[in-house]
């Protein structure tokens, strides 16, 4: 039996600030059955796509490409937070709101050539998935395509990484 995803995802008025309509996965992420159903979407997705392996932003990124690697049994690469990352790193800058943030990759998580699915839980303004597509691609990676639980469509956050395939489960 198929599951309406939408069912599982709670929507919070004014949260974090007035104004802003939050769309939780918690109750999805808390249930096993949706979880698994949207994690083997995502995986039959990135069968067709032929991925070598997964990368995911922190901290959400970790928990949708995590279970879709550990299916596939090939590798996941986090992209990390400053200071979260020993060792040689590459980095890539993204503005937010107000100022802006970085993203890093260990300097060998990718082979020149591999064949990259980037996992995250929501598309909303698309800063954060474009700047993971550049760390891949700073490794000479090949970023088949990104798969998505939630996109917020209202954000246009399609509109920076629509020459990538987009995996969306859920739109808002």
């Known amino acids: 039996m198929t599951l309406n995803l939408k069912d599982y ?7 974090p600030e007035p104004g802003i309509l939050f769309r939780d996965i918690s109750p999805l992420l808390e249930n096993g059955e949706a ?10 997705h990135a069968k067709e796509l032929n991925v070598d392996m997964i990368v995911g932003p922190e901290a959400r990124g970790f928990i949708v490409g995590c279970p879709v690697a550990y299916d596939l049994e090939i590798g996941f690469a986090p992209a990390r ?10 980095k890539a ?6 100022g802006e943030s970085s ?12 064949r990259v699915l980037i996992t995250d839980d929501l598309l909303a303004t698309g800063g ?8 891949v691609e ?14 917020l469509t209202e954000l246009k956050g399609r509109n920076k990484i629509d020459n990538y395939d987009i995996l969306s489960l859920l739109k808002y």
């Open 128 to 135: 954060t998935i474009k700047a993971t597509i550049e760390l």
């Open 81 to 90: 937070k400053k200071g979260k990352l020993p060792g040689e790193v590459v």
């Open 9 to 15: 995802v709670k929507s919070y008025e004014n949260f």
């Open 35 to 44: 979880y698994k159903q949207a994690t083997d979407e995502i995986v039959a």
């Open 103 to 114: 993203l890093y990759l260990h300097e060998g998580a990718i082979k020149p050539g591999q």
């Open 138 to 151: 700073k490794l000479g990676g090949i970023v088949v395509g990104t798969a998505f639980i939630v996109e």
């Open 93 to 98: 800058t993204y503005g937010l709101e107000y």
